[in-house]
């Protein structure tokens, strides 16, 4: 059978995040910096909305060519980084990920079956919004020096809030 509790699945792990978040804030002592709402719900929503496409990708996809598909996660982070951040990378880094990618995509041709388009638009999805996570986590943290505890906190209660509404519009909560 299909697995169809994603958003179920996703709340549940986004509020285990949060607690270690908490457990990690406590245990350090640091101060509790609290960061922009609107990009704190930004990279809470792209981290559980790359992570329910990337899960809702596995119906229609092979598990192999997910995996593979996802390892190509670099190119999107260093053009969102780019086209946002005006981030730059050094040449060394721009051929390395040219070369994953390439490799990635050789192996995967080498497939005996085609993969299902609507598959393979749920990982662009991820994809996408796994450029727009890393993109605004770099931004939260050069514009408030979160620490790890504090980021992984407001990621994942804005993960919370919405993988719950989507269980529970879903029925899946």
Not at 159 to 173: P, R, W
Request: with cysteine; hydrophobic share 50%.
């Amino acid at each position: 059978g299909r697995f169809t509790a994603t958003s179920f699945l996703l709340f549940f792990l986004c509020l285990i995040n949060v607690v270690v978040a908490v457990v990690g804030m406590l245990f350090f002592r640091r101060s509790w910096r609290i960061p922009s709402t609107l990009q704190s719900i930004t990279v809470g929503f792209s981290y559980v909305g790359a992570m329910y496409f990337a899960n809702e990708s596995l119906q229609y996809l092979p598990y192999p060519t997910q995996v593979l598909g996802k390892s190509c996660k670099m190119i999107p982070v260093m053009w969102i980084g780019f086209l946002n951040r005006g981030k730059s990378y050094g040449v060394r880094e721009t051929i390395y990920v040219f070369l994953i990618t390439l490799g990635i995509n050789l192996f995967l041709r080498g497939g005996s079956t085609e993969p299902n388009i609507y598959g393979l638009v749920l990982l662009f999805l991820s994809l996408v919004l796994d450029g727009i996570t890393s993109a605004t986590q770099d931004q939260l943290q050069a514009e408030y020096k979160l620490t790890t505890h504090e980021l992984m906190f407001f990621v994942n209660f804005w993960g919370c809030i919405l993988s719950f509404v989507l269980a529970v519009i879903t029925g899946q909560g």
